[in-house]
Structure formats: C-alpha cells, structure tokens
C-alpha cells in the first residue's frame, strides 16, 4: 500500500519506520540532532508548501530518508488504515 504525504511525493507503507508530530517531537534536543544530521546528510525532503506539521522516516535499501510534510499525523494515520497497521509508528 502507498501513502500520500503532500505535493506528489507517495511512499510505500511498509518503508515507513515512524511519523511524528513537528511541534511536539522537536522539543528534544535528540530529535533536533537527528534532523540537523539528515539534513546535513541531505537525506532531509521537504514535501511541504504549507506550515509543516509532521515528518516522516523511511527506510529504503538501508537508507533512511525523512519526509517533511504539511499533513498532520492523525490525517496520515487515517489515509493508511486502508490496508496497513501504522498505529504503532505514531
């Protein structure tokens, strides 16, 4: 299954390891770390024309890559219960 995460960028499910909220989850200085290193890494994909609200972690052939994006999570979980269990990832 494939979701949508903003300005035609689509992702297979079963590469998503986590989607977190933007405003609570930075509030960590790890967190903070994590994504000032992806984005030095240029591993960092803004799919955001809007105010982001949440990001995304993918891994694909051992490689992770973290998708900026303007859908909140709750919205995103919602898209994905279709067919595949992402309420742990949240």
């Known amino acids: 299954m494939y979701l949508h995460l903003g ?5 297979r499910t079963d590469e998503i390891l986590g989607v977190f909220d933007l405003d609570n989850s930075t509030v960590s200085k790890h967190t903070r770390k ?4 992806a984005q030095k890494e ?10 982001p609200k949440s990001f995304i ?6 490689r992770q890559t973290i998708y900026i994006s303007q859908i909140a999570p709750s ?4 898209r994905a ?8 990832l949240l």
């Open 7 to 11: 300005q035609n960028t689509v992702v």
């Open 34 to 37: 994590f994504l000032g290193n």
């Open 42 to 51: 240029k591993r960092v994909v803004n799919v955001s024309m809007e105010l």
């Open 57 to 62: 972690v993918c891994e694909k052939n051992g």
């Open 75 to 78: 919205t995103l979980l919602r």
């Open 81 to 88: 219960k279709g067919g595949s269990s992402l309420e742990g």
